[in-house]
């Protein structure tokens, strides 16, 4: 769908790049630019710059673009639904469209239809005579009927056969390869479609806006059997699990300013249908940069609730870490004689859940229990390795306030005294201090890459360097694209990389008509990560000092160079022949 110039101007007024930003990072001024931690990567110094003419760029992991692109990257959509979401934020209409949109072809609304059709199937399935099987384990989980409706749980049978689901779905009027396409079943080597899955109790991943986007489904089979415990979705057009948390559709709307959060989806429904309705967990892989950002919309302090064992003691430092570098507060609940939320629950009830949430420790006290139990601090290299560990903890999360009160603890429980341990910590500061500005330096030359700092006669660049520069100049200085000379020379055929030789095309055309283009029109033609890379290249540009047109004619002129040098090498073997018989005409005439 194509969207007119003067609607994309319109939105982008109505959205702020840095009031939509701003929703999911902490923005800081520096000189005319603004940054902030990057929402897609994890770091610890920020990357991510949002410019004066409203397009950002992140130089760690080059994410780039303009408010729609940043809007498809954070809610995992296309170009049109990016578009949709910024005008229902503004209270714009959509003007109408034509069908030339040719971004990629997803008709997300049909897919989304898709997975709530399968979810009705299955709890159809769980709440029929067929799903009792299911429904007594459910029940000896502490579930009841009430539960099973609030959370929209299923059933996936397949003690009959293998397809149930997949044929409900073909009757119902779905392709086999958008089955496949929604990880909700398979096409074997005789064109049949099978159920991915098999005997689980399904959980439907409902996204924030009330959307079924995945499921995930825990095996209830004979024990021993091999099969795993839990099948997830993969990722499909409208879902990335690293962007979603499960039960945030109900959580969100039990107005507190807090989550709990939890590794497994039984966790967080056992909670839920305790009462502790702010409840999420994660979607079968550690916590992500991504879901950090959502759970900031909905919360200021976070109660991790992981599970007691190794793996869950290493995920819940990992998630303290990213929140802590989001400015989410971090609190830690220790399940003492359960092995996860769902047994603590049962074997003890909510209220003494609720006395660990109001006893709860903040991140640095967890942190530091723990570390003065891993060490034995009767000799002095336990001693040591305590303090090697607790500073560079205190130097890179605390406050000047909590820092002297941990400095104070460690001074007790290592009998060093609190002022060698304050001089001690200064110096890890310096250190990490210069750590990161190495880090930065590192990051700006790898970026560099084919970009030469020195402007004027002489530039060298390799191939991909000539074609980024050139790009880069145009889409920094968009008047340039209004020059006819450079149009008449500016041919797409110059560029050998697809993507350069593609922007060339989409930048000519949509300056054809003597106006010039806005970023977000580019978001119609390529995608999310396409404009990051176009992004990196103006980004790159604007560090130099010199992207005036001297420069511009000269990277073009050594394409135009390459170009005939590569044409002349490359003549067929035709035109050699016809240029040897007239040079040899040619000299018989001389001798004659």
Same mark, same amino acid.
């Given at each position: 769908?194509?969207?007119?110039?003067?609607?994309?101007?319109?939105?982008?007024?109505?959205?702020?790049?840095?009031?939509?930003?701003?929703?999911?990072?902490?923005?800081?001024?520096?000189?005319?630019?603004?940054?902030?931690?990057?929402?897609?990567?994890?770091?610890?110094?920020?990357?991510?710059?949002?410019?004066?003419?409203?397009?950002?760029?992140?130089?760690?992991?080059?994410?780039?673009?303009?408010?729609?692109?940043?809007?498809?990257?954070?809610?995992?959509?296309?170009?049109?639904?990016?578009?949709?979401?910024?005008?229902?934020?503004?209270?714009?209409?959509?003007?109408?469209?034509?069908?030339?949109?040719?971004?990629?072809?997803?008709?997300?609304?049909?897919?989304?239809?898709?997975?709530?059709?399968?979810?009705?199937?299955?709890?159809?399935?769980?709440?029929?005579?067929?799903?009792?099987?299911?429904?007594?384990?459910?029940?000896?989980?502490?579930?009841?009927?009430?539960?099973?409706?609030?959370?929209?749980?299923?059933?996936?049978?397949?003690?009959?056969?293998?397809?149930?689901?997949?044929?409900?779905?073909?009757?119902?009027?779905?392709?086999?390869?958008?089955?496949?396409?929604?990880?909700?079943?398979?096409?074997?080597?005789?064109?049949?479609?099978?159920?991915?899955?098999?005997?689980?109790?399904?959980?439907?991943?409902?996204?924030?806006?009330?959307?079924?986007?995945?499921?995930?489904?825990?095996?209830?089979?004979?024990?021993?059997?091999?099969?795993?415990?839990?099948?997830?979705?993969?990722?499909?057009?409208?879902?990335?699990?690293?962007?979603?948390?499960?039960?945030?559709?109900?959580?969100?709307?039990?107005?507190?300013?807090?989550?709990?959060?939890?590794?497994?989806?039984?966790?967080?429904?056992?909670?839920?249908?305790?009462?502790?309705?702010?409840?999420?967990?994660?979607?079968?892989?550690?916590?992500?940069?991504?879901?950090?950002?959502?759970?900031?919309?909905?919360?200021?302090?976070?109660?991790?609730?992981?599970?007691?064992?190794?793996?869950?003691?290493?995920?819940?430092?990992?998630?303290?870490?990213?929140?802590?570098?989001?400015?989410?507060?971090?609190?830690?609940?220790?399940?003492?004689?359960?092995?996860?939320?769902?047994?603590?629950?049962?074997?003890?009830?909510?209220?003494?859940?609720?006395?660990?949430?109001?006893?709860?420790?903040?991140?640095?006290?967890?942190?530091?229990?723990?570390?003065?139990?891993?060490?034995?601090?009767?000799?002095?290299?336990?001693?040591?390795? +305590?303090?090697?560990?607790?500073? *560079?903890? /205190?130097? %890179? !999360?605390?406050?000047?306030?909590? =820092?002297?009160?941990? #400095?104070?603890?460690?001074?007790?429980?290592?009998?060093?005294?609190?002022?060698?341990?304050?001089?001690?910590?200064?110096?890890?500061?310096?250190?990490?201090?210069?750590?990161?500005?190495?880090?930065?330096?590192?990051?700006?030359?790898?970026?560099?890459?084919?970009?030469?700092?020195?402007?004027?006669?002489?530039?060298?660049?390799?191939?991909?360097?000539?074609?980024?520069?050139?790009?880069?100049?145009?889409?920094?200085?968009?008047?340039?694209?209004?020059?006819?000379? +450079?149009?008449?020379?500016?041919? *797409?055929? /110059?560029? %050998? !990389?697809?993507?350069?030789?593609? =922007?060339?095309?989409? #930048?000519?055309?949509?300056?054809?008509?003597?106006?010039?283009?806005?970023?977000?029109?580019?978001?119609?033609?390529?995608?999310?990560?396409?404009?990051?890379?176009?992004?990196?290249?103006?980004?790159?540009?604007?560090?130099?000092?010199?992207?005036?047109?001297?420069?511009?004619?000269?990277?073009?002129?050594?394409?135009?160079?390459?170009?005939?040098?590569?044409?002349?090498?490359?003549?067929?073997?035709?035109?050699?022949?016809?240029?040897?018989?007239?040079?040899?005409?040619?000299?018989?005439?001389?001798?004659?």
């Amino acid at each position: 769908m194509a969207f007119p110039q003067e609607f994309i101007e319109r939105l982008k007024q109505a959205n702020p790049i840095l009031n939509v930003i701003g929703r999911y990072a902490q923005l800081k001024r520096a000189g005319s630019n603004t940054v902030c931690r990057c929402p897609f990567h994890s770091e610890k110094t920020p990357s991510f710059t949002i410019f004066p003419d409203d397009h950002f760029y992140c130089f760690g992991c080059g994410a780039g673009g303009d408010v729609i692109t940043f809007t498809m990257k954070i809610e995992n959509v296309d170009y049109p639904s990016a578009v949709e979401i910024l005008a229902d934020r503004a209270g714009l209409a959509l003007p109408d469209q034509d069908r030339t949109y040719q971004g990629p072809k997803v008709d997300t609304k049909r897919l989304f239809a898709l997975n709530a059709c399968a979810a009705r199937f299955y709890y159809d399935k769980l709440v029929s005579p067929e799903g009792k099987y299911a429904r007594d384990y459910l029940v000896s989980r502490g579930f009841d009927l009430k539960q099973i409706s609030r959370f929209g749980l299923g059933f996936a049978d397949s003690r009959k056969n293998w397809d149930e689901l997949c044929s409900h779905l073909v009757r119902e009027g779905y392709a086999a390869e958008e089955i496949k396409t929604m990880f909700l079943g398979g096409i074997n080597k005789n064109g049949r479609l099978f159920d991915y899955f098999r005997n689980r109790i399904v959980f439907p991943v409902i996204d924030a806006s009330g959307r079924v986007v995945a499921f995930s489904g825990r095996f209830i089979g004979t024990p021993g059997e091999n099969d795993r415990k839990y099948f997830n979705t993969s990722d499909t057009p409208v879902y990335k699990k690293s962007r979603n948390l499960y039960g945030l559709n109900i959580a969100k709307n039990a107005k507190k300013n807090w989550l709990i959060l939890c590794e497994g989806n039984m966790d967080a429904v056992a909670l839920q249908a305790a009462g502790f309705d702010n409840s999420v967990a994660g979607l079968g892989t550690a916590l992500t940069v991504e879901q950090v950002s959502l759970i900031k919309r909905y919360a200021e302090t976070v109660y991790i609730c992981y599970d007691s064992d190794e793996a869950g003691v290493k995920a819940a430092d990992k998630a303290m870490r990213l929140l802590s570098s989001a400015g989410v507060s971090v609190k830690v609940l220790k399940l003492d004689g359960a092995k996860d939320p769902d047994e603590y629950i049962r074997k003890f009830g909510k209220n003494k859940f609720s006395q660990l949430i109001e006893g709860a420790n903040g991140q640095m006290e967890y942190r530091f229990r723990n570390l003065v139990a891993r060490f034995d601090l009767s000799n002095m290299d336990g001693r040591k390795a +305590l303090i090697d560990s607790v500073l *560079p903890l /205190l130097a %890179e !999360n605390s406050s000047e306030l909590e =820092a002297e009160i941990y #400095l104070q603890k460690l001074s007790n429980a290592t009998q060093i005294p609190a002022e060698t341990l304050r001089r001690s910590l200064a110096l890890v500061r310096r250190r990490e201090a210069a750590k990161a500005k190495k880090e930065i330096s590192e990051r700006a030359a790898q970026n560099a890459g084919g970009y030469i700092l020195k402007a004027g006669p002489g530039l060298k660049f390799s191939t991909n360097g000539r074609e980024e520069n050139l790009i880069g100049i145009l889409l920094l200085r968009k008047e340039y694209l209004l020059d006819e000379k +450079l149009r008449a020379r500016l041919s *797409p055929s /110059l560029f %050998e !990389n697809d993507l350069n030789r593609r =922007a060339v095309e989409k #930048l000519l055309e949509l300056t054809s008509d003597g106006a010039g283009f806005d970023w977000g029109k580019l978001g119609e033609s390529f995608g999310a990560d396409e404009i990051g890379v176009l992004s990196g290249y103006s980004a790159k540009r604007a560090a130099l000092a010199d992207n005036g047109t001297d420069v511009l004619f000269e990277i073009l002129d050594s394409l135009e160079k390459k170009a005939a040098d590569s044409g002349a090498k490359d003549e067929p073997l035709e035109t050699w022949l016809s240029k040897l018989k007239k040079d040899k005409t040619k000299d018989k005439t001389k001798d004659k």
